[in-house]
């Protein structure tokens, strides 16, 4: 093995201890509170995160072509630096603007990171030959992402509950050890097919090359949608049902311990992933064999449609903390599986760009629904908000199978 073989071998294991040190996020189950802490009306608080969703839609597929054009590593690290501004300015803000202001660079540190990270580990196999192993590393890294979010969550609700400066102060510490973790990684070489002159009227025609690839594939487009919006549908419920939660007494602590068992959960079936591929495709199962994130999209669906038909009075209950597992779970699984299928099927030189493009399909989707749901919660109850979403998620199900069919007759064929 010669030297770059040995350094793109380490960008995987490297890759493990960044996803654990960048996901220690103390603030996951706090930013909420803490505006509201911080005075902002609940109204205030959407807005919040109807900046941040804008804001990734503005510059996802941009930052996805500056990981294509410029590098994954510079692009790893420019994200780490943008998320610790945010934090610095998070904490010393005291006014609406100064809050976005902050949300505008958490945005930023997502959408470099949302394209360059995924990329540079794919890659990095892939001149290594070993790409079909990367169900497993991927399932490794949510694994270690759930893992890292269970930690969060409770050491992050017992600091918060002492002390908000506490908090974010760990968070701080936390960001920049993951910086210097970011340097480390080396770029793994990927085919350039542009050259480096005219670097805006190259970023202009990468960008739309890269969104003609993805939508020529029509089945690869009309599925990247339906995973991106389950997700944007998992994440709503994970952010409201925080909200309910407390409305009802619950304090932070017990929250964190509730979605820190969803999480764990998610661990588990991320790692089994490759192995339930596996055992579904021993079986003759038609479309879920073939595609088996479909199997966990409907792990998603049978969590959103328990949550809502489950007549539960206090969404506390067992019951509703099972659904929520089964969603967190689900999603889990359904995101390592897609990935892995995305990757298989698109171009190297324009991967981080596609994935900015699922990212941003990700940001339209919570633009649209999360102040519908918050709307349809206010002028009736959240379990008619969490029935819509499961009628929804059925159809978008419903869909996914047909298209799958479909697609799957063609290839036959």
């Known amino acids: 093995?010669?030297?770059?073989?040995?350094?793109?071998?380490?960008?995987?294991?490297?890759?493990?201890?960044?996803?654990?040190?960048?996901?220690?996020?103390?603030?996951?189950?706090?930013?909420?509170?803490?505006?509201?802490?911080?005075?902002?009306?609940?109204?205030?608080?959407?807005?919040?995160?109807?900046?941040?969703?804008?804001?990734?839609?503005?510059?996802?597929v941009p930052t996805g072509a500056?990981?294509?054009?410029?590098?994954?590593?510079?692009?790893?690290?420019?994200?780490?630096?943008?998320?610790?501004?945010?934090?610095?300015?998070?904490?010393?803000?005291?006014?609406?603007?100064?809050?976005?202001?902050?949300?505008?660079?958490?945005?930023?540190?997502?959408?470099?990171?949302?394209?360059?990270?995924?990329?540079?580990?794919?890659?990095?196999?892939?001149?290594?030959?070993?790409?079909?192993?990367?169900?497993?590393?991927?399932?490794?890294?949510?694994?270690?992402?759930?893992t890292a979010s269970i930690f969060s969550l409770l050491i992050g609700g017992i600091l918060g509950q002492r002390s908000?400066?506490?908090?974010?102060?760990?968070?701080?510490?936390?960001?920049?050890?993951?910086?210097?973790?970011?340097m480390t990684f080396y770029e793994p070489p990927i085919e350039k097919v542009v050259n480096s002159e005219h670097s805006f009227k190259n970023f202009l025609i990468h960008t739309y090359e890269s969104f003609k690839t993805l939508f020529s594939k029509k089945t690869i487009a009309s599925l990247t949608l339906f995973t991106t919006t389950l997700s944007a549908f998992c994440t709503v419920i994970f952010f409201y049902i925080q909200n309910y939660w407390q409305s009802t007494g619950l304090n932070i602590s017990t929250i964190g311990l509730y979605l820190a068992i969803g999480s764990a959960a998610g661990a588990i079936l991320s790692l089994n992933v490759q192995r339930i591929e596996r055992f579904l495709k021993r079986r003759k199962f038609s479309n879920i064999t073939k595609y088996p994130f479909l199997f966990f999209s409907m792990i998603v669906f049978s969590g959103i449609f328990l949550l809502a038909f489950s007549g539960f009075k206090n969404v506390h209950s067992v019951l509703s903390v099972v659904?929520?597992?089964?969603?967190?779970?689900?999603?889990?699984?359904?995101?390592?599986?897609?990935?892995?299928?995305?990757?298989?099927?698109?171009?190297?030189?324009?991967?981080?760009?596609?994935?900015?493009?699922?990212?941003?399909?990700?940001?339209?989707?919570?633009?649209?629904?999360?102040?519908?749901?918050?709307?349809?919660?206010?002028?009736?109850?959240?379990?008619?908000?969490?029935?819509?979403?499961?009628?929804?998620?059925?159809?978008?199900?419903?869909?996914a199978l047909i298209i799958m069919h479909r697609f799957s007759e063609r290839k036959e064929r």
């Open 164 to 182: 908000f400066m506490l908090a974010f102060g760990s968070a701080i510490v936390v960001s920049m050890i993951a910086i210097i973790s970011a």
């Open 323 to 399: 659904a929520l597992t089964l969603i967190m779970a689900g999603e889990s699984g359904m995101f390592v599986s897609f990935q892995n299928f995305l990757h298989q099927n698109i171009p190297s030189h324009q991967r981080a760009t596609i994935i900015s493009i699922e990212s941003m399909l990700f940001s339209i989707v919570m633009i649209a629904i999360f102040p519908i749901f918050g709307w349809i919660a206010d002028i009736s109850s959240f379990k008619v908000s969490f029935i819509a979403l499961s009628v929804i998620a059925g159809i978008l199900l419903l869909s």
């Open 1 to 60: 093995m010669n030297k770059i073989e040995s350094k793109l071998k380490k960008n995987i294991a490297k890759n493990y201890w960044y996803m654990l040190i960048t996901n220690l996020n103390f603030t996951h189950g706090l930013w909420m509170i803490y505006l509201a802490y911080k005075g902002l009306s609940l109204l205030e608080i959407g807005m919040m995160e109807g900046l941040f969703h804008v804001s990734s839609l503005l510059m996802e």
């Open 66 to 146: 500056i990981a294509d054009l410029l590098g994954r590593k510079a692009s790893r690290v420019a994200g780490r630096i943008a998320s610790l501004i945010s934090l610095i300015i998070l904490i010393f803000s005291n006014t609406f603007w100064m809050f976005a202001l902050s949300f505008f660079f958490s945005a930023l540190s997502y959408n470099l990171e949302s394209g360059s990270g995924e990329a540079l580990v794919f890659d990095s196999m892939k001149v290594l030959k070993k790409e079909k192993g990367y169900t497993k590393v991927a399932g490794n890294i949510e694994a270690i992402y759930q």
